[in-house]
């Protein structure tokens, strides 16, 4: 029996707007709730009062006490033709890091917007903060149609008005599908309550979207993880992230700048035997005369050309995530691959509220929760980084003080 | 140059081992936690895996007193075969007095969350890798790759450190621990395919040995319920799951005591 494909895809938009009752429909519609999930959930909804689908996702205590998401969570169904997994991201404001971490984590996303509320604060600000993720498949959901009667102005006038919103942050929705997820309109299959409406069913075009697939043919790009030994020989670990690597191949290691020929690549008792291709963990050998001790954790082997980007001074638009600001003068570790950098905040510019996505200045001299600006960092070191569309891994990066995650950003 | 593609498994296996990889990296104080069910001997293999054939750090086994005895054979069997340093940590004192399932989220505490608590304490370990998925229950559904937990052993799940794409926390307060799992993104078909294609030794309480009745989750012997199923192997065992809508843990008492008590058990230290 093969194994199916497996998809990721993140369900954000404002609180309130039906994310978990999207989610608990399509469980439902699918036959991907268990029969015992189906008695727990009507169990605890009668003592609540009101059955709702909701409770598929909410699983702590005070989630279900007070109807609301407090962490992302992930729950599973199937389609004939793929597995999937829903990444639930909270939506109120105060849980914004945890609806980033989760959708971190997605290859695509489905904004959803109340049809009788329309675009509000969350939406804006979730729409926003997924460019600046990278996440670049995105639905756009127009729920409870049953409040508006099913008409169609207000679902073009939303989809008229969401396009644009969009445009401004550089995304463009893949589709934009109206449906009832509390009646079960349009999501697993078509009813006669829309049928002005000429597009697919939510679930036919989830089926289409493109998995992300690691980049075997792209540039080689090995982050260097650990060096173990091994049978009295230096094995360096770490994943492949993108492009191959194979005996006889040269690369060079940045920033060291030290050549190497691949001697040997590396696994325990694995049916594989060729080259690694990008997203497989692996340990190298290299033929004798390199010098090691050069090599350490945070250098980037990579083809001889082109190189990658090299160098001490980072600009890139960041997203805060933590109730302590982040000061201009302020020293913050940068984390990118397997890379960790001391750097110095040299400025902050173009500060914006995420939540109503207005300039609160042009040249800050500080940086607070949920708000997001162009930082410039001056590195302690060199670091070795690409853009987000050339290489994911070396794309992208998180900022941390004392062991934690306070921002996060890409390479544009 | 011959290129091999990745598939499914390949990726999950790669993420494990990448995150294993990365606690051992980070924290030098570290154990593996092994209840010998299937999910903490695929996450042995994993670790096996990870460095080349050997287990650098010591593995620990929570013994309530009440596991199967065909677990007990299976743990040392193993563990001399694959080399494990293995440290059994018992709550001496409960088990003694004679603690008992009846009140299930007492007994889960006390013999696993306590015992836990002062395996620790022994040995000083400053971070634990363990093999819980999300897809186990909706509450370690909420859990975070690396897992902080306080002096109390409490996990903060209101107020969770941000975890973005394969950057994880990297440095734990005096006294607290980190919670590793490179299992969480796992599924409970991934598991048993992982066995298949490894051919991972698993004990065979799992499957049916002839009455029509078999084990799918495992733990202590007077809280587990067999299941109906005629699956003898583990391609039956994969196409009964691929088929079913019922949850793994739906055999699991202390699971059932009331709607939260997964969540207070964890936000306690259970695993």
Known sequence: MAMKEEFKFVVVGHVDHGKSTLIGRLLFDTNSLPPDKMDEVRAASDSAGTPEFAFVMDHLEEERENLITIDTAQVWFKTDKRDYVIIDAPGHKQFLKNMITGSSQASAALLLIDAKEGIREQTQRHAYLLSLLGIKQLIVVINKMDLVDFKEDRFNELKTGITEKLNEYGLSALHVVPISAKEGDNLAKKTDTMPWFKGNTLLAYLDDLKAGESDVDGVTRFPVQDIYDHDNEKVIVGKLISGSLGAGQEVIFHPCGKSATIKEIVRFESPKTGAAVAGECIGIKLEDGIAIKAIKRGEVACDVDPSPMIGTRLVAPVFWMSGEPVEVGDTIEFKCATQQIECKVKKINDRINSSTLEMIESEAKELCDTEVAKLTLQATDYAVTDSFDLVQETGRFVLMRDGDTVAGGIFQ | MKKEPMDRMDELEAQSIYIIREAFYHYKNLAILWSIGKDSTVLMW?????????????????DTSYKFEKMYKFRD?????????????RNEKAIAEGMSNEKKFDCCNALKTEGLKMGIAKFGFEALILGIRRDEHGIRSKERTFSPRNEKFEWNYKDQPP????????????????????LLHWTEVDIWYYIKREEIPITDLYFDQGDGKRFR???????????????????????????????????????????????????????
């Not at chain 2, 990870?50 to 750090?57: C, E, K, L, R, S």
């Open chain 2, 46 to 62: 994993l670790v096996r895996k990870a460095f080349f054939g050997n287990v650098p750090f010591p593995a620990l086994h929570i």
């Open chain 2, 77 to 89: 069997e193993y563990a001399k075969k694959w080399n494990i340093d293995l440290k059994v940590a």
């Open chain 2, 163 to 182: 975890e973005l794409w394969n950057q994880y926390k990297n440095e734990t307060e005096e006294k607290s621990h980190i919670r590793v799992h490179p």
């Open chain 2, 217 to 271: 989750s495992i733990g202590c012997e007077p809280c587990c319920g067999k299941i109906d199923s005629c699956a003898s192997n583990i391609d039956d065992m994969i196409d009964e799951l691929e088929n079913t809508n019922t949850s793994e843990r739906a055999g699991r008492a202390q699971d059932k005591e009331d709607a939260t008590t997964m969540q207070k058990l964890r936000a306690l230290g259970y695993m």
